[in-house]
Nanobody, 132 residues
Framework: QVRLVESGGGSVQAGGSLRLSCAVSGDVYSRTCWAWFRQAPGKEREAVASISVGPIYAGGISEYYTDSMKGRFTISRDNADDSVFLEMNSLKPEDTAMYYC????????????????????WGQGTQVTVST
């Protein structure tokens, strides 16, 4: 059984930064797609970024970002303990949401990484609130 626990959320002013962490426990595989999603009240769950590590001949580390997050958010992973991070800069009020860590243990990330139904493990979420 894999368990994901997010932390690092909080309240910041617009333009500020936060670093979210996702602690991973349990048996994981090298062919795993790790992702961050977010969900604001009354809205659908939205993909933020994903990362996976594949063979060098296949490109090595692959990262994907939703267009509105490119350049502001950076996803990373610690190979030593499988932790996943999301560095968020230049935060805007519209970034306010519950942020979730997710994992698909069956494959590396691909073109459908934005589909929440592809992920078989989820954390409980961490709240991010950005004020003007």
């Amino acid at each position: 059984q894999v368990r994901l626990v997010e932390s690092g959320g909080g309240s910041v002013q617009a333009g500020g930064s936060l670093r979210l962490s996702c602690a991973v426990s349990g048996d994981v595989y090298s062919r795993t797609c790790w992702a961050w999603f977010r969900q604001a009240p009354g809205k659908e769950r939205e993909a933020v970024a994903s990362i996976s590590v594949g063979p060098i001949y296949a490109g090595g580390i692959s990262e994907y970002y939703t267009d509105s997050m490119k350049g502001r958010f950076t996803i990373s992973r610690d190979n030593a303990d499988d932790s996943v991070f999301l560095e968020m800069n230049s935060l805007k009020p519209e970034d306010t949401a519950m942020y979730y860590c997710a994992a698909d243990l069956r494959r590396t990330c691909s073109g459908d990484w934005t589909d929440p139904s592809q992920y078989n493990y989820w954390g409980q979420g961490t709240q991010v609130t950005v004020s003007t």
